[in-house]
């Protein structure tokens, strides 16, 4: 089974960085474009940046300049790196990627992780 599992939430100061990892397992063929996306607390889920698997980006215009995002194909793994935090940047973070499995359908399937939160406070 295919799985994306985050990690590296927890408290951030304002101003400050942190950098959330997020890892593919399971018997992979090959993975597409990945996606982190967070959801603030009573707000709905939003898109924050994009990669494709040849390295393009996108980024929500609110994070453009603040984060950034990458892969390393070799490690099944995508990065968010977020620098200069604010509050409202305090929300749980999910990676989603659109991954073809060894095992059939050998198809790309949408896979979610489970979320890392992520606080911005001082």
């Known amino acids: 089974q295919v799985q994306l599992v985050e990690s590296g939430g927890g408290l951030g100061q304002p101003g400050g960085s942190l950098r959330l990892p997020c890892a593919a397992s399971?018997?992979?063929?090959?993975?597409?474009?990945m996606c982190w996306y967070r959801q603030a607390p009573g707000k709905q889920r939003e898109l924050v940046a994009t990669i494709t698997s040849g390295g393009n980006t996108n980024y929500a215009d609110s994070m453009k300049g603040r984060f950034t995002i990458s892969r390393d194909n070799a490690k099944n793994a995508v990065y968010l790196q977020m620098s200069s935090l604010k509050p409202e940047d305090t929300a749980v973070y999910y990676c989603?990627?659109?991954?073809?499995?060894?095992?059939?359908?050998?198809?790309?399937?949408?896979?979610w992780g489970q979320g890392t939160l992520v606080t911005v406070s001082s």
């Open positions: 399971g018997r992979i063929l090959r993975i597409g474009s």
């Open positions: 989603n990627g659109a991954v073809m499995p060894l095992e059939p359908p050998v198809r790309y399937l949408e896979v």
